[in-house]
């Protein structure tokens, strides 16, 4: 098995892509897509967790986070737009899409 975030970026490119291209704002909630595709994927609940955490953190996905910017599901379509308060959330405090 490759890393958790590989196998993200192989299965869904559009929602994961790889560098040097930026991260995209996802869709909320998508952790739960993910889960109950797990078991195809080859992964547990907690790797996708995990993976979760990780793609959110950092400069990479913050900077993505723009009001009107669209949130995209694991196919890349259009689901939803970045509000100014989740910008504003996001910019105060940890951006999370995973529950614990």
């Given at each position: 098995?490759?890393?958790?975030?590989?196998?993200?970026q192989k299965?869904?490119?559009?929602?994961?892509?790889?560098k040097?291209?930026?991260?995209?704002?996802?869709?909320?909630?998508?952790h739960?897509?993910?889960?109950?595709?797990?078991?195809?994927?080859?992964?547990?609940?907690?790797?996708?967790?995990?993976?979760?955490?990780?793609?959110?953190?950092?400069?990479?996905?913050?900077?993505?986070?723009?009001?009107?910017?669209?949130?995209?599901?694991?196919?890349?379509?259009?689901?939803?737009?970045?509000?100014?308060?989740?910008?504003?959330?996001?910019?105060?405090?940890?951006?999370?899409?995973?529950?614990?």
């Open positions: 098995m490759g890393s958790p975030i590989g196998l993200l299965h869904f490119p559009l929602a994961f892509p790889k040097p291209n930026a991260k995209v704002p996802l869709k909320i909630g998508i739960k897509d993910l889960l109950e595709q797990a078991e195809a994927l080859g992964m547990t609940a907690s790797d996708i967790r995990a993976a979760m955490k990780k793609w959110v953190k950092g400069k990479r996905y913050a900077e993505c986070l723009v009001a009107g910017a669209a949130r995209i599901d694991l196919q890349g379509k259009e689901v939803g737009f970045v509000t100014k308060d989740e910008v504003e959330r996001a910019s105060n405090a940890e951006v999370k899409l995973c529950s614990a």
